[in-house]
């Protein structure tokens, strides 16, 4: 069962950079993609990006666009979310999944094998 790990959250400054990262291990992991959510207290789990697993092509949701990168470092079966020019509101617990299911990129439903989150903050 291959599991996946977040790591790199923390507290920063509006404007700041982060960057997360998410290893995989435990055995062959071929996913359709590698996605990443968040989730706000209160609010529901939602997409933040994701990264075809043998395309290499990103797909970012509207309110990252153009602030947040994703890439895979494939020696490492990591992949990396560059969160940059942060707002309050990206603060969340952020997730990877690996999209297992053609149903929709955006769904949570078609993602399996959750990491456990880690927490980004940003103070304004």
């Known amino acids: 069962q291959v599991q996946l790990v977040e790591s790199g959250g923390g507290l920063v400054q509006a404007g700041g950079s982060l960057r997360l990262s998410c290893a995989a291990s435990g055995g062959t992991f071929t996913p359709y993609a590698l996605g990443w959510f968040r989730q706000a207290p209160g609010k529901e789990r939602e997409f933040v990006a994701a990264l075809g697993w043998s395309s290499g092509i990103p797909v970012y949701a509207d309110s990252v666009k153009g602030r947040f990168a994703v890439s895979k470092d494939n020696a490492k079966n990591t992949v990396y979310l560059f969160m940059n020019s942060l707002k309050p509101e990206d603060t969340a617990v952020y997730y990877c999944?690996?999209?297992?299911?053609?149903?929709?990129?955006?769904?949570?439903?078609?993602?399996?094998?959750w990491g456990q989150g880690t927490q980004v903050t940003v103070s304004s």
């Open positions: 999944a690996a999209r297992t299911s053609l149903f929709s990129l955006y769904s949570t439903s078609s993602y399996s094998n």
